[in-house]
C-alpha cells in the first residue's frame, strides 16, 4: 500500500492511498474548493480501476478538483457515507461478476441516505452484458439523485456523444478513452 500527499497548487492536493494488492479497491475522489465530487468503484482484473484512474487524471489535469482517495478495504462504510454527503457529484463503478457487483459494494450502496441534489453517474467494465453498471444505476435513482443518462445529455446538450451510464467492454482501449472523454467532457460541464 503506498500512501500519498502532494501538492498540485496553493488549492490544490491530491492525498489518498493506493492498494497495490490488486484486489477489489474502492475510490473516493474530486473535491472542487468547498464543493466536494466523489467517485469510488470495484474491480476484478484491473479494468475498472483504469476507468476510474483516467476519469481522475484528466479531471485533475483541469486544475480545478483536490483529489482524496481511499481504499474501501480499509475505509469505513461511515468515512465514505460521510464523504458522500459532502459530495454534489458521485460517481460509482463496479465490474460484472456473475450478472452482479462486487466486493461489498452493495452493501455501501443500501447505506447510502438520500442523494437528493447530488449528480450521480455510474460506470465499469464488462465481459458479457455489464449488469451491475444498470445495479448501480438502479440503487442511484433509489436514492433521489440526479442520475446521469444519455438521455438527459442529449437534452441539455443536444449532442449525442455522450453516454451514461459509463459502459466500456473489456478494456480502456483507444476507442473507449474516446467515449470517456465526451463523457469526462460532459462531467465537467455538470461540476461547473
Not at 492536493?13 to 466523489?38: A, C, E, M
Request: hydrophobic share 35%; charged share 25%; aromatic share 10%.
Amino acid at each position: 500500500m503506498i500512501q500519498y500527499n502532494f501538492k498540485i497548487s496553493d488549492k490544490l492536493w491530491q492525498i489518498g492511498v493506493i492498494d497495490d494488492r490488486g484486489g477489489p479497491f474502492h475510490r473516493l475522489v474530486l473535491t472542487k474548493g468547498t464543493t466536494y465530487n466523489s467517485y469510488f468503484y470495484t474491480t476484478i482484473r484491473g479494468n475498472t480501476k483504469k476507468i476510474a484512474n483516467y476519469i481522475s487524471d484528466k479531471l485533475i489535469e483541469s486544475k480545478r478538483f483536490n483529489v482524496s482517495v481511499f481504499d474501501g478495504d480499509k475505509t469505513s462504510h461511515s468515512q465514505i457515507i460521510d464523504s458522500i454527503e459532502k459530495s454534489d457529484l458521485v460517481l460509482i463503478g463496479s465490474a460484472t461478476k456473475y450478472g452482479d457487483m462486487i466486493g461489498s459494494l452493495e452493501n455501501l450502496l443500501k447505506a447510502l441516505p438520500s442523494l437528493e441534489g447530488k449528480t450521480t453517474a455510474s460506470f465499469g467494465s464488462f465481459a458479457w452484458s455489464g449488469e451491475a453498471i444498470e445495479i448501480i444505476g438502479d440503487y442511484l435513482k433509489e436514492k433521489s439523485s440526479t442520475y446521469l443518462t444519455t438521455s438527459d445529455a442529449i437534452k441539455k446538450t443536444g449532442c449525442l456523444e455522450y453516454e451514461f451510464p459509463i459502459r466500456l467492454r473489456y478494456n480502456l482501449s483507444e476507442s473507449n478513452m474516446k467515449k470517456l472523454d465526451s463523457a469526462i467532457k460532459y462531467i465537467e460541464s455538470v461540476i461547473n
